[in-house]
T-cell receptor, first 116, second 114 residues
Framework: GAGVSQSPSNKVTEKGKDVELRCDPI?????LYWYRQSLGQGLEFLIY????????KSGLPSDRFSAERTGGSVSTLTIQRTQQEDSAVYLC??????????????FGDGTRLSIL | GDSVTQMEGPVTLSEEAFLTINCTYT??????LFWYVQYPGEGLQLLLK?????DKGSNKGFEATYRKETTSFHLEKGSVQVSDSAVYFC?????????????FGAGTRLAVHP
């Protein structure tokens, strides 16, 4: 079946521009996560959605970063006034919600963001 | 806070060699443990998991045992292939907040040569 889909796969933009990254989770997955993979920091959690709500935004690195989810499905991660340190691969994952951490997360292929 | 430490790479092996990638964790609760793999040019894929102490996760010839007494989840494979060349990430998921935020190790790059 269809997996997690992210777009664009690559994005190159100039410093100071805004960017939007999109994630289409697996149908029926109510939990959605964004992570960032960068050379210096490894894989870091950014934000968690349960349905359309984001009870954990603790990983967003600054107020330039925001995310929303609509219809319990598609999510958009927005970075305003991009900086060079925002260059990274942004990964989205989705999962069913289960007890005790038994539900594995399924990852998209990521969006590689490069800030010039 | 919770954390995962895994051995630094790169690990370079010849085909059919035995593989061990060490992973230890720190957690206040009883996390689930995972190994994810990232093949060149691809996204993260779940390789195996274990949800409680003494569980053994296995897949594609890889296995790892959840050792609570040593807080470890070492990845092993008896005979690696060139196609196993990838980056391997150990991760834990602490369900204390009612959701599965993954905390990853730094990743270990494995290169297998013919």
């Amino acid at each position: 079946g269809a997996g997690v889909s992210q777009s664009p796969s690559n994005k190159v933009t100039e410093k100071g521009k805004d960017v939007e990254l999109r994630c289409d989770p697996i149908s029926g997955h109510t939990a959605l996560y964004w992570y960032r993979q960068s050379l210096g920091q490894g894989l870091e959690f950014l934000i968690y959605f349960q349905g359309n709500s984001a009870p954990d935004k603790s990983g967003l690195p600054s107020d330039r970063f925001s995310a929303e989810r609509t219809g319990g499905s598609v999510s958009t991660l927005t970075i305003q006034r991009t900086q060079q340190e925002d260059s990274a691969v942004y990964l989205c994952a989705s999962s069913l919600v289960g007890q005790g951490g038994n539900q594995p997360q399924h990852f998209g292929d990521g969006t590689r963001l490069s800030i010039l | 806070g919770d954390s995962v430490t895994q051995m630094e790479g790169p690990v370079t092996l010849s085909e059919e060699a035995f593989l061990t990638i060490n992973c230890t964790y720190t957690a206040t609760g009883y996390p689930s443990l995972f190994w994810y793999v990232q093949y060149p040019g691809e996204g993260l894929q779940l390789l195996l998991k274990a949800t409680k102490a003494d569980d053994k996760g296995s897949n594609k010839g890889f296995e790892a045992t959840y050792r609570k007494e040593t807080t470890s989840f070492h990845l092993e494979k008896g005979s690696v292939q060139v196609s196993d060349s990838a980056v391997y990430f150990c991760a834990l998921s602490d369900f204390s907040g009612g959701y599965n935020k993954l905390i990853f190790g730094a990743g270990t790059r494995l290169a297998v040569h013919p």
